[in-house]
Structures are given as C-alpha cells and as structure tokens.
C-alpha cells in the first residue's frame, strides 16, 4: 500500500530553487512526524527536514537557511521549499515518517543540481 507519493523534483542550475511535494495517506498525515530524505550516489540516506504535526521543524545544517519544510493539512502534503541549491544537494528525495519502523521506501524524486 502506497502511503507517500513525492513529486516535483527536477534539474536546475545552482543558485535556483525547487519544490518538492510529498502526498501522504490522510493516517499517516495526521498522526506522524514526517520528514525528507536524500540520497546521493554511493551515500548512505540522510534525514534532511522534519515537522511534526503541529508544525515544529527541525532541519539539518547543510540545509539551514536554504530549505523550508511545512504542511498543508488540507492536502495532506508536506512541502520542501529548497532555495539556493548547491551540487551538492543533487541526490533522489525520499519522504517517510521518522519513527521507526521507516515504511518502505518509495521511488522518492531526483534532484539535480548542475554547477
């Protein structure tokens, strides 16, 4: 059963900017923490920004600044709004709650980003 579809990556240039989206199940919406992921080739799958679900973020410190996590509870979607990307964000984003057990992963979306 698929319970995230994420969307809106892309190729950009560094310096630009991108939105992904992540759809959840209204379940999983409501009652989780939920949170995105990248991975970069030959990287391990890092937690990049999380909110819970009365909004609190929490962001890594490549991405302070640059990125903005929020949540639209009329859509069941979580947002990353990703500002002035560097090569180094190039990876595929995945989005999955952060308590574990993690649900399986899904396709996730690519980001990249060209210097």
């Known amino acids: 059963q698929v319970q995230v579809l994420e969307s809106g990556g892309g190729l950009v240039q560094a310096g630009g900017s991108l939105r992904l989206s992540c759809r959840a199940s209204?379940?999983?919406?409501?009652?989780?923490?939920l949170a995105w992921y990248r991975q970069a080739p030959g990287k391990q799958r890092d937690l990049v920004a999380a909110i819970t679900t009365i909004g609190q973020t929490n962001y890594t410190n490549a991405v302070k600044g640059r990125f903005t996590i929020s949540r639209d509870n009329a859509l069941n979607t979580v947002y990353l709004q990703m500002n002035n990307l560097v090569p180094e964000d190039t990876a595929v984003y995945h989005c999955?709650?952060?308590?574990?057990?993690?649900?399986?992963w899904g396709q996730g979306t690519q980001v990249t980003v060209s210097s």
């Open positions: 999955n709650r952060v308590i574990r057990p993690l649900l399986s």
């Open positions: 209204k379940r999983l919406f409501d009652f989780h923490t």
